[in-house]
T-cell receptor, first 108, second 112 residues
Framework: QKEVEQDPGPLSVPEGAIVSLNCTYS??????FMWYRQYSRKGPELLMY????GNKEDGRFTAQVDKSSKYISLFIRDSQPSDSATYLC????????FGAGTRLTVKP | DAGITQSPRHKVTETGTPVTLRCHQT?????MYWYRQDPGHGLRLIHY???????DKGEVSDGYSVSRSKTEDFLLTLESATSSQTSVYFC???????????FGPGTRLTVL
């Protein structure tokens, strides 16, 4: 079993939809949680960073962490075609561990 | 943009040849990382550095070596490239303020 599990998708939604992306993890020692966005043939770009349970909001993006369930989510409101990318969850104590990524397409 | 560049951006080489990838950063970050990204596996850590001449192995270090003789440069070497090392390689730095990492643009390596 991988330490971090992420549904690879692909996920396709219409423009304006609310998108929910999720990861589960097995290592209860993870303390820091991140979401990255990666456009095709580009490097991952940090979207959200949190280290506590609960919600963190930044514009149209909300990161949610539930340490008791070992579950993290990223919500995208009012999704746009420019949100079409692969989204990677990541978490660490020392070494970073990444999910395999979910490919999202937002259709106009 | 965390001031990270990688070179070359693309490389095609043959099995058995040595290959060196370079990561350069301009902001004096102490921690630097090399990852490889493969379909179905996500990003996996190869080696990392926590200072000049200070390096350690990651999850998938076999067949790779690294060197860091200056703060700004972190080199990844494949001593004798194999087809299984065909991948996209990303360099990253760790933020000075926290644990988040920032990535370079990547090097696409093909070993024939």
């Amino acid at each position: 079993q991988k330490e971090v599990e992420q549904d690879p998708g692909p996920l396709s939604v219409p423009e304006g939809a609310i998108v929910s992306l999720n990861c589960t993890y097995s290592n209860s020692a993870f303390q820091y949680f991140m979401w990255y966005r990666q456009y095709s043939r580009k490097g991952p770009e940090l979207l959200m960073y949190t280290y506590s349970s609960g919600n963190k909001e930044d514009g149209r993006f909300t990161a949610q962490v539930d340490k008791s369930s070992k579950y993290i989510s990223l919500f995208i409101r009012d999704s746009q075609p420019s949100d079409s990318a692969t989204y990677l969850c990541a978490m660490n104590v020392d070494d970073m561990r990444f999910g395999a990524g979910t490919r999202l397409t937002v259709k106009p | 943009d965390a001031g990270i560049t990688q070179s070359p951006r693309h490389k095609v080489t043959e099995t058995g040849t040595p290959v060196t990838l370079r990561c350069h950063q301009t902001e004096n970050h102490r921690y630097m990382y090399w990852y490889r990204q493969d379909p179905g596996h996500g990003l996996r850590l190869i080696h990392y550095s926590y200072g000049v001449k200070d390096t350690d192995k990651g999850e998938v270090s076999d067949g790779y070596s690294v060197s860091r003789s200056k703060t700004e440069d972190f080199l990844l070497t494949l001593e004798s490239a194999t087809s299984s090392q065909t991948s996209v390689y990303f360099c990253a730095i760790r933020s000075s303020q926290g644990n988040e990492q920032f990535f370079g643009p990547g090097t696409r390596l093909t070993v024939l």
